[in-house]
């Protein structure tokens, strides 16, 4: 999997991202401190979801994208430290999995 983040981010990046995102433009992205970025295979992004949603009080959502090798990416969305903290939920847990196998 692939991490950014990014911190205050521009007008411009969240219309970007509102346009692209699963839910469309129903959900609106107004007061958002920072947006994680995952990218990785399906499988691991919904178990990253599913990490971050459980992990802080951040708003997770699909990415939509063109990839031939089914690589898909999320955008979490919430303050600064919500976001770092799900981020580096994901990484633990990414590791645990990959030690496990």
């Known amino acids: 999997?692939?991490?950014r983040i990014i911190k205050s981010p521009g007008q411009g990046t969240l219309?970007?991202?509102?346009?692209?995102?699963?839910s469309g433009m129903a959900k609106s992205l107004?007061?958002?401190?920072a947006i994680g970025l995952v990218q990785g295979r399906l499988i691991d992004m919904?178990?990253?979801a599913d990490v971050a949603e459980?992990?802080?009080?951040?708003?997770?959502e699909d990415i939509?994208?063109?990839?031939?090798?089914?690589?898909?990416?999320?955008?979490?969305?919430?303050?600064?430290a919500s976001v770092e903290s799900a981020i580096e939920e994901i990484r633990r847990r990414e590791k645990e999995d990959r030690e496990e196998w």
């Open 46 to 48: 919904v178990c990253a």
């Open 15 to 22: 219309e970007i991202l509102s346009r692209r995102k699963g």
């Open 54 to 60: 459980k992990a802080v009080g951040v708003t997770v």
């Open 30 to 33: 107004e007061c958002v401190d």
């Open 1 to 3: 999997m692939e991490y």
């Open 64 to 80: 939509r994208g063109n990839c031939p090798q089914s690589m898909i990416m999320l955008a979490i969305f919430g303050d600064t």
